[in-house]
């Protein structure tokens, strides 16, 4: 079992839509979440970052921990076709300890 | 939030010969810079972590001699991938994650990426 899971997709919705994205992982020692986007031939861009369990909301974006499930949600309000990209989750388990990546789901939104 | 720039975007070479890529934070201090490369269509493969006046640490499986990496400075780290040959040709991505001040000391700020392709 991957250490982080996640749908690579693609998921197609169309604009307007609300969007799920979801990762699950194995190991319950992670306590900092975060959601990265990465449009085609750049780097990630980091979106939503959260510590342990709840939720975060900014703009159109909200993102939930459910340590209890291991399982770590980004909803994505009203998607456009520029929120096209591949999102990828990442989870630590502590201050200064390296990220595990998710394989990425790739979205397209469209218009 | 805190920038990330990398240096060349992209890069075309023979074979045989070595590429230095740069990757600078612009407006903090990156106590721990990380290599990544990316396939097409694949997620990010950690190659590497270097801290700041240290020695590298590699992940399993990626060749310490090909890669080398050196974090010189709090805002600069290079790597070089010495004899390259086509199966390097890649997706070269920095990050890199400071301690305080605007970059938050527990995410990553990753740089815009090079593509290398080697002939």
């Known amino acids: 079992q991957k250490e982080v899971e996640q749908d690579p997709g693609p998921l197609s919705v169309p604009e307007g839509a609300i969007v799920s994205l979801n990762c699950t992982y194995s190991n319950s020692a992670f306590q900092y979440f975060m959601w990265y986007r990465q449009y085609s031939r750049k780097g990630p861009e980091l979106l939503m970052y959260?510590?342990?369990?709840g939720n975060k909301e900014d703009g159109r974006f909200t993102a939930q921990v459910d340590k209890s499930s291991k399982y770590i949600s980004l909803f994505i309000r009203d998607s456009q076709p520029s929120d096209s990209a591949t999102y990828l989750c990442?989870?630590?388990?502590?201050?200064?300890?390296?990220?595990?990546f998710g394989p990425g789901t790739r979205l397209s939104v469209l218009p | 939030g805190a920038v990330v720039s990398q240096h060349p975007s992209w890069v075309i070479c023979k074979s045989g010969t070595s590429v230095k890529i740069e990757c600078r934070s612009l407006?903090?201090?990156?106590?721990?810079m990380f290599w990544y490369r990316q396939f097409p269509k694949q997620s990010l493969m950690l190659m590497a972590t270097?801290?700041?006046?240290?020695?590298?640490?590699?992940e399993q499986g990626v060749e310490k001699d090909k890669f080398l990496i050196n974090h010189a400075s709090l805002t600069l780290s290079t790597l070089t991938v010495t004899s390259a040959h086509p199966e390097d040709s890649s997706f070269y991505i920095c990050?890199?994650?400071?301690?305080?001040?605007?970059?938050?000391?527990?995410?990553?700020?990753f740089g815009p990426g090079t593509r290398l392709l080697v002939l």
């Open positions: 270097s801290n700041e006046g240290s020695k590298a640490t590699y």
């Open positions: 959260t510590y342990s369990s």
């Open positions: 990442a989870m630590s388990v502590g201050y200064g300890q390296n990220f595990v």
């Open positions: 990050s890199a994650r400071g301690d305080s001040g605007r970059a938050l000391g527990e995410t990553q700020y």
């Open positions: 407006d903090f201090q990156a106590t721990t």
